[in-house]
């Protein structure tokens, strides 16, 4: 779309403070678009996202927002119309597209798989060689089946690619599945997974190359840093009496060491410290065993390791 770009780069070009703002790309409406506005808002970007607009630009950050079509923002990044965007990495897999992938974001998980009917003669992809798959992904699709020896028909559609062998349209398919839901309900058995995928932060090599770039490119990535592990992290205050506290420090190290304060009565005291999402559960356990009482738990809003 050579005019709606050129619209986006002359409006993006447009900062109030003068300076070249950086510019991201982000879908527009889609499953994306809300995870990716709740962490750039959790950044602390001040910017309005509501409605048609086509961009924003940040009142405190020297970033613009361009909104658009997913499929579109890999060749955006690609191109130099946008320094940044952020989209699946399997549309960055899909055009095959010169970009850095800066950080996976721990949204839009989905994987590229290759499926056909439960009942169709095929244990695994390589049987699917003189095949024909149906797709929204062709370039994938090609790439995949031309790296296992072979050069099956593609035949691209842009929606409903589930339906289309119980239609006879094609042998198998290659499609996103994020909880596989889709494919049992259309009677479709996986074969192969291509490309596990999630959204990621996805950079220009050019941008990237110029310092007054990289330095806010890199205030942004701290950022997500914190604000992803602060989601990995739960913070833990409990009392135990001090003669606990070897089995506790055990349990929960801490990231550097856990806190210990006295408490007024002799003998007990009071342990401050994070711990992973992962282990939680496991670990509260641990720590009653161990004497703790009074566990308080919190969730952390940003940590910087
Ligand atoms: P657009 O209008 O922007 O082109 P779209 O309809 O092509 O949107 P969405 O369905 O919103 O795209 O999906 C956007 C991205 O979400 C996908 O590219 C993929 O990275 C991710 N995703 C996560 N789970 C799924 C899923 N089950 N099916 C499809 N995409 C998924
Ligand atoms: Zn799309």
Redesign the pocket.
């Known amino acids: 779309m050579p005019d709606a770009t050129t619209g986006f780069t002359q409006a993006l070009g447009r900062s109030p403070t003068g300076d070249q703002p950086l510019k991201l790309a982000v ?1 527009r409406s ?1 499953r994306l678009t809300e995870p990716t506005l709740d962490l750039l808002h959790a950044i602390g970007l001040q910017f309005e996202s509501y409605g048609q607009r086509l961009f924003s630009h940040c009142r405190n950050f020297p970033l613009s927002i361009l909104y658009g ?4 923002i890999p060749g955006y990044v690609g191109l130099g119309t946008v320094d940044l965007g952020i989209v699946g990495r399997n ?1 960055i897999h899909e055009e095959n597209v010169a970009v850095e992938e800066l950080a996976p974001l721990g949204f839009g998980y989905c994987e590229l798989v290759v499926a056909a009917l439960r009942d169709a003669p095929y244990s695994e992809p390589r049987q699917l060689l003189g095949a024909r798959i149906a797709t929204s992904y062709p370039g994938s699709a090609r790439r995949y089946f031309q790296g296992i020896g072979g050069d099956p028909e593609i035949i691209t559609i842009s929606g409903s690619v589930e339906v289309a062998p119980s239609l006879g349209l094609a042998d198998a398919i290659v499609e996103l599945t994020a909880t596989g839901s889709t494919l049992l309900l259309n009677d479709l058995r996986p074969l192969a997974t291509i490309l596990e995928s999630e959204a990621v932060l996805a950079a220009n090599p050019t941008s990237l190359a110029d310092p007054a770039k990289r330095a806010n490119v890199d205030r942004l990535l701290m950022r997500i840093d914190a604000v992803r592990a602060a989601k990995r992290y739960k913070y833990l205050m409990m009392n135990a009496p001090e003669a606990a506290l070897p089995a506790i420090r055990a349990v929960v190290p801490g990231l550097k060491a856990p806190t210990i304060v006295p408490l007024a009565d002799p003998g007990w005291v009071a342990v401050h410290t994070a711990v992973e999402e992962d282990a939680f559960w496991e670990s509260i356990e641990r720590l009653r065993a161990a004497g703790a009482t009074e566990i308080l738990v919190s969730s952390l809003e940003k940590l910087l390791l």
């Open positions: 879908q889609g079509r997913d499929d579109d549309l």
